[in-house]
């Protein structure tokens, strides 16, 4: 068992107050946890400008290459973590015992924040459209266009509230050091390894101290790093993501109601497409806003929901350190069995079926002492007006929709990633112009393939930084 302190710029802080992080099979205490207040956050906040001041004696171009290094410290060294070291398996065997996603995907989800803190320069060239980075460093400077620019940071730090469930959503605050703004993070409590390790990486690369701090706590911690931090982003549940729509301060990240679209020049041709199909559903055990979670069809819905079942229904947990494991455990009790009810109340209706069950060697919902899992589910829907067919959920769970084409994009309402198979340039160009579509691919691409250089949920240098007017010599005469 290792004890974690809270970070405060860097500094360890031991609290009171611990909280236990445990096995979500055994129940062994595998962590014990300080945690922090709101207050303590509140009266740390008021350094946050040093943490900036520090990170502006370094080149941005300096910064990327200590990210760089970073990348391989994460991925391969041994750390500290807390009063105790930490070896890349001992990561993902931690990672894995409290948040119930299996080990082969706690490694991948390592390779990825790998592979983004690599590429940090060709991800910053991309997002800031080939912007000079001595620009955002300087606040000013002129392009290679000869036109002068200033872009103005909306922040000293990035604060993040940030969710057990699902690693992969860190590669979104990954940016931040490079952009010469400091971290301040509150992690999940069931997930507090990657905030840690990612530190201790970073400090190893000569990253200073002083520039992050990590808050471990209760609701109290992160609504003070919301109220706190000029520039926030939050993960959460629809009500969260409702909750700060339309807050310039707040970036939430919520559901993402992710869809392939089989258009009517391509849909006759479905079983070409069902190996995506397949893996945009389940890869990752159906865990992430960019997993599938609807498929919108004009006819063949029926074979093409039966097809998915086919391949999805047998899927059954297996241990957590099995090689190819596919399922994630549900570590909150009572969650995986609301959501069965949920999905259950949901097939009630005359229109929808739901197709895996006959393929599926027991019940949906599978309990265990300690933790729960939920089988792959697939459905079919006829009426693409029905609550359930836009629902989505923690494991892979999937609706085929019945829908005419020239209904779909009226009908579908917000997606984070749509998938659409199309050839048809009038469509493609509706599928340009629809403004809840977030990412969008045109082609065989599936919803879980993501091009690092493209942004996600809005551009992370819009968020943290504002295009303003500036000149510092008169303009031409006119």
């Not at 469930?165 to 050091?177: A, D, F, Q």
């Not at 970073?202 to 000029?230: H, K, N, T």
């Not at 819905?301 to 391949?311: F, N, T, V």
């Not at 939920?374 to 029905?386: A, D, F, M, Q, Y």
């Amino acid at each position: 068992m290792v004890e974690i302190p809270v970070l405060r710029w860097g500094k360890p802080y031991e609290s009171l107050e611990k909280d236990e992080v445990v096995h979500f099979e055994t129940g062994e205490t595998l962590a014990q946890v300080h945690q922090a207040n709101g207050g303590m956050i509140q009266m740390d906040m008021r350094k946050a400008q040093r943490a900036r001041d520090i990170l502006r004696e370094f080149s941005i171009d300096d910064l990327i290459d200590k990210v760089g290094k970073a990348a391989d410290l994460y991925a391969e060294g041994t750390l500290p973590i807390g009063d105790g070291q930490q070896t890349p398996a001992d990561f993902c065997k931690m990672q894995s015992a409290t948040t119930g996603l299996p080990e082969h995907m706690c490694a991948g989800n390592m390779k990825k924040n790998q592979f983004v803190l690599k590429n940090m320069r060709e991800i910053l060239d991309a997002l800031t459209r080939g912007l000079p980075l001595d620009i955002l460093a300087n606040g000013y400077g002129m392009e290679d266009r000869g036109v002068m620019v200033s872009y103005q940071a909306n922040a000293p730090v990035l604060g993040l509230v940030l969710p057990s469930n699902s690693p992969g959503v860190h590669t979104l605050w990954m940016p931040v050091i490079p952009l010469q703004m400091g971290l301040v993070l509150k992690p999940g409590p069931q997930e507090p390894w990657t905030p840690y390790r990612m530190a201790e990486a970073f400090f190893a690369a000569g990253i200073p101290r002083e520039v992050i701090s990590i808050y471990p706590g209760g609701a109290d911690c992160g609504a003070a790093v919301l109220a706190s931090c000029e520039r926030a982003m939050i993960f959460g549940g629809l009500p969260t993501v409702e909750r700060y729509h339309g807050d310039p301060r707040v970036q939430p990240h919520g559901p993402g109601f992710s869809k392939i679209i089989l258009g009517d020049d391509k849909v006759d041709d479905w079983e070409k497409y069902l190996d995506l199909m397949v893996d945009s559903v389940l890869v990752n055990s159906g865990r992430s806003c960019i997993s599938c979670s609807g498929i919108w069809v004009s006819r063949h819905g029926k074979e093409i929901a039966d097809a998915l079942a086919q391949r999805l229904g047998p899927v059954a947990p297996l241990p957590a350190t099995h090689p190819e494991s596919p399922l994630a455990a549900f570590t909150v009790p009572g969650m995986a069995e609301a959501i069965s009810n949920q999905i259950d109340q949901g097939i009630k209706d005359p229109s929808v079926t739901e197709v895996t069950a006959k393929y599926r060697d027991g019940e949906r919902l599978v309990k265990n002492e300690r933790c729960d899992f939920l089988r792959p589910t697939v459905l079919h829907c006829t009426n693409s007006e029905t609550e359930i067919s836009k629902g989505e959920y923690m494991f892979p769970f999937v609706t085929v929709v019945d829908c005419p084409e020239d209904q779909m994009l009226k009908r579908m309402g917000q997606t984070l990633v749509c998938s659409a198979i199309t050839e048809n340039e009038k469509f493609q160009q509706q599928l340009l112009d629809a403004t809840f579509i977030d990412r969008l691919n045109i082609g065989e691409v599936k919803t879980i393939a993501l091009n690092w250089l493209q942004p996600h949920e809005g551009n992370i240098i819009d968020f943290l930084f504002r295009a303003r007017a500036f000149q510092n010599s008169p303009p031409p005469a006119h």
